[in-house]
Nanobody
Framework: QVQLVESGGGLVQAGGSLRLSCAAS????????MGWFRQAPGKERQFVAA????????NYADSVKGRFTISRDNAKNTAFLQINSLKPEDTAVYYC???????????????????WGQGTQVTVSS
């Protein structure tokens, strides 16, 4: 069982930056593929980024490439999402998720994730 708690969201002006954190409970954080998703009001949940168990491989949605950076610190049981050059269309609730069995190739599919956090709101004003 893994519990995930996101933090770091907030209200920011367009062009600004935020660093989201996802703190995980348990001793086996390093055995999970970690992903970030987002959901804007009235829209479906959308893949944002994922990182392999070792942190050596990452995957990004085309819409965030070059602006978002996913990372992890297995010693601290924490995953991060650095968000730069924020745009109003980035406004959403951001969720982190953990997958015990999937590889990076399937990381865009929300169905492969076993555990989800409660989400953190990111609001970008124009």
């Amino acid at each position: 069982q893994v519990q995930l708690v996101e933090s770091g969201g907030g209200l920011v002006q367009a062009g600004g930056s935020l660093r989201l954190s996802c703190a995980a409970s348990g001793r086996t954080f390093g055995s999970y593929l970690m992903g970030w998703f987002r959901q804007a009001p009235g829209k479906e949940r959308q893949f944002v980024a994922a990182i392999s168990r070792s942190g050596g491989i990452t995957n990004y949605a085309d819409s965030v490439k070059g602006r978002f950076t996913i990372s992890r610190d297995n010693a601290k049981n924490t995953a991060f999402l650095q968000i730069n050059s924020l745009k109003p269309e980035d406004t959403a609730v951001y969720y982190c998720a953990a997958s015990g069995y999937s590889g990076i190739d399937s990381s865009i599919r929300d169905t492969v994730y076993d555990y989800w956090g409660q989400g953190t709101q990111v609001t970008v004003s124009s």
